[in-house]
């Protein structure tokens, strides 16, 4: 039995059944004249606009209930977990309903990732970019005219380096956290994986929507958990203090790099990239 297993591990499903998808081209013009291509920027838009609004109130609305000094009670509201469960369902949620549309990004973070692999092009990667920022921006808009009169009085949600914690620590946390969440990413939505275990159902939003609930956990008490440069660049526009611009780079160099890590480490290292570009284990049916 486990010599059967074995034969079709390395015949089967190797050899037969799956074929790495195309790289995707770096620059594809047709794209700009698809309906499908403005549908996705535009689902991309959507989907980062209810990201920042539902995570956004929730923690100005964590903040005002554990508010002493406003008669609120120091155990109210939701707590450090509870803001992470907004943060990691949204996603789980919003990555659900797009992901047959656009991918379901909803971070310039993970879509730099995906370009780095050679998932998108540099047309889609581009102006997902700017629909996710566009997004978060209007999204924290919405929530400053909702809860204005709590909005600037509880930071806006904006992310800032938390006292105590060096700059260093900050962009570490920041590398790290968006690894764990990018490497989820390539791993959940791996096409040889779901060739080679297809008998194993995997709802790629739900680890992706954990990942974010984990490393929120983690990275709160830090910097408040960017991980999403499209996040921190919408609640610092809208809030638009002198706090939240400080160390504003931290959330979008900290993201990059733990994306570049997480693809290099994805398509080089675990899935033999560039042994397979050298044709250095062309001979070995089981790469």
């Not at 033999?272 to 050298?278: D, P, Y």
């Amino acid at each position: 039995m486990a010599k059967d297993v074995e034969v079709a591990e390395r015949g089967s499903y190797s050899a037969k059944d799956y074929h790495d998808p195309p790289p995707a081209p770096l620059i594809d013009a047709e794209e700009l004249g698809k309906w499908s291509f403005y549908r996705a920027l535009i689902a991309e838009f959507i989907a980062t606009l209810l990201f920042l609004y539902i995570t956004v109130l929730t923690v100005i609305g964590y903040k005002s209930q554990s508010d002493t000094k406003a008669g609120g009670d120091v155990c109210g509201g939701v707590g450090i977990l509870g803001i992470a469960w907004a943060f990691g369902g949204m996603i789980f949620i919003l990555v659900y309903c797009t992901a047959g549309i656009s991918g379901g990004h909803i971070n310039p973070a993970v879509t730099f990732g995906l370009f780095l692999a050679r998932k998108v092009s540099l047309i889609r990667a581009i102006l997902y970019m700017v629909a996710q920022c566009l997004g978060a921006i209007c999204g924290v808009g919405l929530v400053k005219a909702f809860q204005k009169a709590y909005y600037s009085r509880y930071g806006g949600g904006a992310n800032t380096l938390s006292d105590g914690y060096s700059t260093g620590t900050g962009l570490g946390a920041e590398i790290i956290g968006t690894f764990v969440l990018v490497y989820t990413v390539f791993s959940a939505t791996d096409p040889k994986r779901s060739a080679r275990d297809s008998h194993v159902p995997v709802l790629a939003p739900l680890p992706i929507g954990f990942a974010v609930f984990m490393v929120h956990l983690a990275t709160i008490p830090v910097t408040g958990t960017g991980i999403n440069p499209a996040r921190s660049l919408g609640a610092a526009v809208i809030f638009n203090q002198q706090k939240a611009w400080d160390d504003h780079w931290i959330f979008w160099v900290g993201p990059f790099i733990g994306a570049a890590i997480a693809a290099f480490y994805h398509q080089f290292i675990l899935r033999a990239g560039a042994a397979k570009a050298l044709g250095s284990f062309r001979s070995n049916p089981s790469v």
